[in-house]
T-cell receptor
Protein backbone atom coordinates (compact mmCIF):
# COMPACT_ATOMS: atom_id res chain seq x y z
CA UNK A 1 0.00 0.00 0.00
CA UNK A 2 1.11 3.51 -0.76
CA UNK A 3 1.74 5.43 2.36
CA UNK A 4 1.97 9.17 2.83
CA UNK A 5 2.92 10.00 6.37
CA UNK A 6 2.65 13.40 7.99
CA UNK A 7 4.77 13.92 11.07
CA UNK A 8 2.01 15.18 13.39
CA UNK A 9 -1.78 14.85 13.57
CA UNK A 10 -2.19 17.82 15.89
CA UNK A 11 0.10 20.78 16.49
CA UNK A 12 -0.26 23.92 18.60
CA UNK A 13 2.18 26.77 18.00
CA UNK A 14 2.52 30.36 19.11
CA UNK A 15 2.27 33.38 16.87
CA UNK A 16 5.66 34.22 15.39
CA UNK A 17 7.13 30.73 15.76
CA UNK A 18 8.78 28.98 12.84
CA UNK A 19 6.82 25.82 12.08
CA UNK A 20 7.91 22.77 10.12
CA UNK A 21 5.39 20.26 8.75
CA UNK A 22 6.98 17.11 7.40
CA UNK A 23 5.65 14.68 4.84
CA UNK A 24 7.18 11.40 3.69
CA UNK A 25 5.97 9.06 0.93
CA UNK A 26 7.20 5.55 0.28
CA UNK A 27 6.24 4.96 -3.36
CA UNK A 28 8.95 6.84 -5.24
CA UNK A 29 6.44 9.41 -6.52
CA UNK A 30 7.72 12.39 -8.47
CA UNK A 31 4.97 14.82 -7.48
CA UNK A 32 4.30 16.04 -3.99
CA UNK A 33 1.76 18.63 -2.87
CA UNK A 34 0.83 20.69 0.17
CA UNK A 35 -2.79 21.83 0.59
CA UNK A 36 -4.69 23.55 3.33
CA UNK A 37 -8.30 22.59 3.97
CA UNK A 38 -10.72 25.11 5.41
CA UNK A 39 -14.51 24.80 5.78
CA UNK A 40 -16.32 26.17 2.75
CA UNK A 41 -13.08 26.68 0.82
CA UNK A 42 -12.17 23.11 0.04
CA UNK A 43 -8.53 22.28 -0.63
CA UNK A 44 -6.29 25.10 -1.70
CA UNK A 45 -2.87 24.36 -3.11
CA UNK A 46 0.01 26.02 -1.30
CA UNK A 47 3.03 24.56 -3.11
CA UNK A 48 3.87 21.54 -5.16
CA UNK A 49 7.03 19.85 -6.34
CA UNK A 50 7.61 17.62 -9.35
CA UNK A 51 11.21 16.71 -8.60
CA UNK A 52 13.91 16.98 -5.98
CA UNK A 53 14.81 20.62 -5.29
CA UNK A 54 12.04 21.77 -7.66
CA UNK A 55 9.04 23.71 -6.37
CA UNK A 56 6.16 25.61 -7.84
CA UNK A 57 3.83 28.06 -6.15
CA UNK A 58 0.24 27.05 -5.86
CA UNK A 59 -2.72 29.33 -5.31
CA UNK A 60 -1.89 30.58 -1.81
CA UNK A 61 1.89 30.51 -1.24
CA UNK A 62 2.14 33.70 0.81
CA UNK A 63 3.55 33.09 4.28
CA UNK A 64 4.81 29.60 3.38
CA UNK A 65 7.93 28.03 1.92
CA UNK A 66 8.84 24.44 1.09
CA UNK A 67 11.86 22.21 0.88
CA UNK A 68 12.44 19.02 -1.08
CA UNK A 69 15.98 17.79 -0.56
CA UNK A 70 15.09 14.12 -1.05
CA UNK A 71 12.52 12.57 -3.35
CA UNK A 72 10.51 11.01 -0.54
CA UNK A 73 10.29 14.04 1.73
CA UNK A 74 8.48 17.36 1.25
CA UNK A 75 8.49 19.91 4.05
CA UNK A 76 6.19 22.88 4.52
CA UNK A 77 7.60 25.79 6.49
CA UNK A 78 5.70 28.60 8.13
CA UNK A 79 8.41 31.23 8.61
CA UNK A 80 6.47 33.19 11.22
CA UNK A 81 3.20 31.55 12.15
CA UNK A 82 0.10 33.69 12.33
CA UNK A 83 -3.40 32.96 13.60
CA UNK A 84 -4.82 33.00 10.07
CA UNK A 85 -2.66 29.97 9.30
CA UNK A 86 -4.70 27.87 11.73
CA UNK A 87 -5.98 25.12 9.46
CA UNK A 88 -5.84 21.48 8.40
CA UNK A 89 -2.77 20.83 6.25
CA UNK A 90 -2.78 17.92 3.82
CA UNK A 91 0.18 16.43 2.01
CA UNK A 92 -0.22 14.33 -1.14
CA UNK A 93 1.96 12.54 -3.65
CA UNK A 94 1.48 11.12 -7.14
CA UNK A 95 3.35 9.75 -10.08
CA UNK A 96 4.21 12.13 -12.86
CA UNK A 97 1.30 12.69 -15.27
CA UNK A 98 -2.14 14.30 -15.40
CA UNK A 99 -4.20 11.15 -14.99
CA UNK A 100 -2.46 9.64 -12.00
CA UNK A 101 -4.07 9.22 -8.61
CA UNK A 102 -2.92 11.39 -5.72
CA UNK A 103 -2.44 9.72 -2.34
CA UNK A 104 -3.04 11.77 0.76
CA UNK A 105 -1.72 11.77 4.27
CA UNK A 106 -4.01 11.92 7.30
CA UNK A 107 -3.51 15.64 7.70
CA UNK A 108 -2.05 17.90 10.39
CA UNK A 109 -4.42 20.07 12.37
CA UNK A 110 -2.37 23.18 13.15
CA UNK A 111 -3.58 25.72 15.67
CA UNK A 112 -1.69 28.99 16.02
CA UNK A 113 -2.41 30.83 19.26
CA UNK B 1 -6.54 29.55 -14.55
CA UNK B 2 -7.91 26.06 -14.06
CA UNK B 3 -10.76 25.79 -11.61
CA UNK B 4 -13.52 23.52 -10.37
CA UNK B 5 -16.97 24.56 -9.18
CA UNK B 6 -19.10 22.05 -7.34
CA UNK B 7 -22.50 22.07 -5.79
CA UNK B 8 -22.61 23.54 -2.34
CA UNK B 9 -23.82 21.47 0.53
CA UNK B 10 -24.58 20.22 2.92
CA UNK B 11 -26.75 17.53 1.41
CA UNK B 12 -28.89 15.32 3.64
CA UNK B 13 -30.57 12.22 2.24
CA UNK B 14 -32.41 9.15 3.42
CA UNK B 15 -30.99 5.70 2.80
CA UNK B 16 -31.70 4.35 -0.70
CA UNK B 17 -32.24 7.85 -2.11
CA UNK B 18 -30.61 9.02 -5.35
CA UNK B 19 -27.57 11.26 -4.98
CA UNK B 20 -26.21 13.70 -7.50
CA UNK B 21 -23.46 16.26 -6.91
CA UNK B 22 -22.83 18.73 -9.71
CA UNK B 23 -19.32 19.64 -10.81
CA UNK B 24 -18.23 21.93 -13.62
CA UNK B 25 -14.73 22.93 -14.59
CA UNK B 26 -12.68 25.50 -16.44
CA UNK B 27 -9.40 24.38 -17.92
CA UNK B 28 -7.12 24.88 -20.86
CA UNK B 29 -6.55 21.80 -22.94
CA UNK B 30 -7.91 18.43 -21.93
CA UNK B 31 -7.84 17.86 -18.19
CA UNK B 32 -8.21 14.62 -16.30
CA UNK B 33 -11.13 14.70 -13.87
CA UNK B 34 -11.46 13.08 -10.46
CA UNK B 35 -13.81 12.59 -7.55
CA UNK B 36 -12.17 12.18 -4.16
CA UNK B 37 -13.95 11.24 -0.94
CA UNK B 38 -13.06 12.05 2.66
CA UNK B 39 -14.75 9.89 5.28
CA UNK B 40 -14.98 11.29 8.83
CA UNK B 41 -11.58 11.43 10.50
CA UNK B 42 -9.74 10.15 7.44
CA UNK B 43 -7.63 11.53 4.62
CA UNK B 44 -8.83 11.93 1.05
CA UNK B 45 -8.96 8.93 -1.22
CA UNK B 46 -9.70 8.58 -4.90
CA UNK B 47 -13.27 7.51 -5.65
CA UNK B 48 -13.18 7.54 -9.45
CA UNK B 49 -11.62 9.28 -12.41
CA UNK B 50 -11.98 9.92 -16.16
CA UNK B 51 -9.20 10.98 -18.45
CA UNK B 52 -10.92 11.90 -21.73
CA UNK B 53 -14.24 13.09 -23.08
CA UNK B 54 -17.18 10.66 -22.75
CA UNK B 55 -15.23 8.42 -20.38
CA UNK B 56 -17.28 7.13 -17.45
CA UNK B 57 -15.59 6.55 -14.13
CA UNK B 58 -17.25 4.21 -11.65
CA UNK B 59 -16.56 2.73 -8.23
CA UNK B 60 -18.61 1.56 -5.21
CA UNK B 61 -21.86 2.26 -7.08
CA UNK B 62 -20.86 5.84 -7.90
CA UNK B 63 -20.57 7.04 -11.49
CA UNK B 64 -19.49 10.20 -13.29
CA UNK B 65 -19.23 10.93 -17.02
CA UNK B 66 -16.71 13.37 -18.52
CA UNK B 67 -18.82 15.77 -20.61
CA UNK B 68 -16.60 18.05 -22.65
CA UNK B 69 -19.48 19.90 -24.30
CA UNK B 70 -20.88 21.03 -20.94
CA UNK B 71 -17.51 20.98 -19.09
CA UNK B 72 -19.09 18.85 -16.38
CA UNK B 73 -18.33 15.75 -14.32
CA UNK B 74 -21.39 15.18 -12.13
CA UNK B 75 -21.27 12.44 -9.49
CA UNK B 76 -24.27 10.10 -9.13
CA UNK B 77 -25.29 7.12 -7.05
CA UNK B 78 -28.61 5.40 -7.43
CA UNK B 79 -29.12 4.20 -3.85
CA UNK B 80 -27.04 5.67 -1.04
CA UNK B 81 -26.18 4.04 2.26
CA UNK B 82 -25.36 5.48 5.66
CA UNK B 83 -21.73 4.52 4.99
CA UNK B 84 -21.66 6.97 2.06
CA UNK B 85 -21.75 9.89 4.49
CA UNK B 86 -18.61 11.84 3.69
CA UNK B 87 -17.23 14.95 2.03
CA UNK B 88 -16.91 14.64 -1.75
CA UNK B 89 -14.42 16.68 -3.78
CA UNK B 90 -14.32 17.19 -7.51
CA UNK B 91 -10.82 17.80 -8.90
CA UNK B 92 -8.95 18.26 -12.15
CA UNK B 93 -5.39 17.91 -13.35
CA UNK B 94 -4.23 19.78 -16.42
CA UNK B 95 -1.36 21.65 -17.93
CA UNK B 96 2.27 20.76 -18.23
CA UNK B 97 2.83 20.77 -14.49
CA UNK B 98 -0.15 18.50 -13.68
CA UNK B 99 -1.26 20.69 -10.81
CA UNK B 100 -4.22 19.10 -9.05
CA UNK B 101 -7.02 21.62 -8.35
CA UNK B 102 -10.02 20.90 -6.10
CA UNK B 103 -13.53 22.19 -5.67
CA UNK B 104 -14.86 23.37 -2.33
CA UNK B 105 -16.25 19.98 -1.34
CA UNK B 106 -19.80 18.81 -0.69
CA UNK B 107 -20.75 17.30 2.66
CA UNK B 108 -23.22 14.44 2.30
CA UNK B 109 -25.09 12.96 5.25
CA UNK B 110 -27.21 9.85 4.77
CA UNK B 111 -29.78 9.05 7.46
CA UNK B 112 -31.10 5.58 8.18
Amino acid sequence: DVKVTQSSRYLVKRTGEKVFLECVQDMDHENMFWYRQDPGLGLRLIYFSYDVKMKEKGDIPEGYSVSREKKERFSLILESASTNQTSMYLCASSLWGASTEAFFGQGTRLTVV
Amino acid sequence: GDSVTQMEGPVTLSEEAFLTINCTYTATGYPSLFWYVQYPGEGLQLLLKATKADDKGSNKGFEATYRKETTSFHLEKGSVQVSDSAVYFCALSAGNDYKLSFGAGTTVTVRA
